[in-house]
């Protein structure tokens, strides 16, 4: 057997599904990843059907839950992704000298909400329904990578830009796509119940 024999030999004998497990090799892509990783990634790399792969997610996400360690695997931002407990949060803080995020301000978490609920929207959009200027917050919000521009309202005088989320708010808030977001219905159910 020449060299080129041997090498071909020995490359599918390492992709062979037989002699290696797929959720571990999963679990390392995760590990790896500085980024949700999002499910059509295994679906194209490791030549499976959406079914396969999602299983073997959530056999991960499972596995960590039921662990109830430092680590969890979270639905982020389209993807999945290897996130701290939270409950150990203010201990990691501390111990690492972590400073708290800056917190929003009521006023750009108001634009941040309208803007989350109603997107693709203007500026002028957010002014009406907030009452007030709203460009400052607008580009707070962008310079936290919060928000971007998504396009122009090519029906509106001016053809304004428009502004929607980024993949950044979706992992601020733990939020794996928009419509994890509660419905305002029951946003205000709650806001009724506690009043």
């Not at 060299?3 to 999963?26: P, V, W």
């Not at 396969?52 to 931002?77: F, H, P, W």
């Not at 998504?150 to 808030?173: C, I, M, S, W």
Request: hydrophobic residues 40%; aromatic residues 8%; charged residues 25%.
């Amino acid at each position: 057997m020449n060299q080129t024999e041997e090498k071909e030999q020995s490359n599918s004998e390492n992709l062979n599904s037989d002699e290696f497990s797929l959720k571990g090799l999963f679990e390392a892509v995760l590990f790896l990843s500085n980024e949700p990783v999002p499910l059509q990634f295994f679906v194209k790399n490791f030549s499976l059907v959406q079914a396969q792969a999602q299983i073997i997610i959530d056999s991960l996400v499972d596995d960590y839950e039921e662990r109830d360690g430092g680590i969890r695997l979270a639905a982020i931002a389209n993807g999945f992704q290897f996130v701290t407990n939270t409950r150990y949060a203010d201990q990691l803080r501390y111990t690492l000298g972590m400073k708290h995020r800056e917190s929003l301000s009521k006023g750009m978490l108001e634009t941040l909400s309208i803007i989350a609920y109603k997107q693709p929207v203007v500026v002028a959009e957010i002014d009406e329904l907030r009452g007030v200027s709203s460009r400052l917050m607008v580009n707070n919000l962008m310079k936290h990578h919060l928000i971007t521009i998504v396009g122009k309202k090519e029906n509106l005088p001016g053809r304004p830009l428009a502004y929607g989320t980024t993949d950044e708010f979706l992992r601020l808030f733990g939020l794996n796509k928009l419509s994890d977001l509660p419905k305002i219905s029951e946003i205000k159910e709650f806001s009724i119940g506690d009043g």
